[in-house]
């Protein structure tokens, strides 16, 4: 598929999953330039790993997939080249598999940091990166995700993994509130801004500016991060559901 095409799915994909108006959102993010400008804002999430999940038992549906399973994971609901870029970065995905069919699938990312364009995000060897959980749209409610991510959390805590870290956009209101009800909370908000090479950035330390490039990057932690009052916002978006 062309770099067009594999665009056009991105979004039909986005469109079903979080609704018009992240979609735009998206799309406004793809088709700007990022040599010339970026713009974002997102929550940096964190899920305690309790020790006590190593006494999980195994599930006989869900296993580790590999490479060769590209185009079954990619039917879950996400573009090919999204599932080959996953396993380019070195990501592992664990399935739920039943009758032969590929029905979910969760990512994680062993690195010892993770980067979003000039922005590199680093974690203490006990942390892990999640890179998302997918499940098939006929499979939704059916309790499907929490099992799986129930056993990639039990894999986890066998090596000695504390916390799970992610990171989600602010705008992407549902998929906060279906992080919330698992259990993840906020640990910050990232926002930067970038024009023609310029960058600004502010988390939970004051504002910082500079020249910044994928070549020359930024670096900040989860020290970096940290930031209590994000709590308002992240409360303000889930109570906003309880209250429909």
């Known amino acids: 598929?062309?770099?067009?095409?594999?665009?056009?799915?991105?979004i039909?994909?986005?469109?079903?999953?979080?609704?018009?108006?992240?979609?735009?959102?998206l799309a406004l993010q793809r088709l700007s330039s990022r040599r010339f400008f970026q713009c974002q804002r997102m929550f940096i999430i964190a899920l305690p790993?309790?020790?006590a999940a190593c006494d999980v038992p195994p599930h006989p549906c869900i296993r580790e997939a590999t490479r060769d399973e590209t185009s079954?994971?990619?039917?879950?609901?996400?573009?090919?080249?999204?599932?080959?870029?996953?396993?380019?970065?070195?990501?592992?995905?664990?399935?739920?598999?039943?009758?032969?069919?590929?029905?979910?699938?969760d990512w994680i990312r062993h690195s010892a940091q993770d980067r979003i364009g000039?922005?590199?995000?680093?974690?203490?060897?006990?942390?892990?990166?999640?890179?998302?959980?997918?499940v098939d749209r006929t499979q939704r409610g059916q309790?499907?995700?929490?099992?799986?991510?129930?056993?990639?959390i039990r894999e986890c805590a066998r090596s000695?993994?504390?916390?799970?870290?992610?990171?989600?956009?602010?705008?992407?209101?549902?998929?906060?509130?279906?992080?919330?009800?698992?259990g993840y909370r906020p640990l910050g908000i990232l926002f930067y801004l970038r024009i023609f090479g310029f960058g600004v950035i502010r988390s939970g330390k004051p504002w910082r500016?500079?020249?910044?490039?994928?070549?020359?990057?930024?670096?900040?932690?989860?020290?970096?991060?940290?930031?209590?009052?994000?709590?308002?916002?992240?409360?303000?978006i889930t109570d906003e559901h309880i209250a429909r």
């Open 209 to 236: 500016w500079g020249f910044w490039s994928e070549r020359s990057p930024v670096r900040l932690s989860m020290c970096d991060i940290a930031d209590p009052s994000c709590l308002r916002l992240w409360s303000a």
């Open 49 to 51: 790993i309790d020790a």
């Open 12 to 25: 039909r994909f986005r469109l079903r999953e979080v609704g018009l108006a992240y979609t735009l959102y």
């Open 118 to 134: 000039w922005i590199i995000l680093g974690k203490s060897s006990d942390e892990i990166w999640s890179a998302g959980i997918l």
């Open 72 to 105: 079954r994971i990619a039917a879950i609901g996400g573009p090919v080249a999204d599932v080959e870029e996953h396993f380019d970065r070195g990501d592992r995905c664990w399935v739920f598999e039943r009758d032969g069919m590929l029905l979910a699938c």
């Open 1 to 10: 598929m062309d770099r067009y095409g594999t665009n056009l799915a991105r």
């Open 160 to 182: 000695g993994v504390r916390r799970m870290l992610g990171f989600i956009d602010t705008p992407n209101r549902n998929s906060v509130r279906a992080l919330d009800r698992v």
């Open 143 to 152: 309790g499907i995700a929490p099992q799986l991510r129930a056993q990639v």
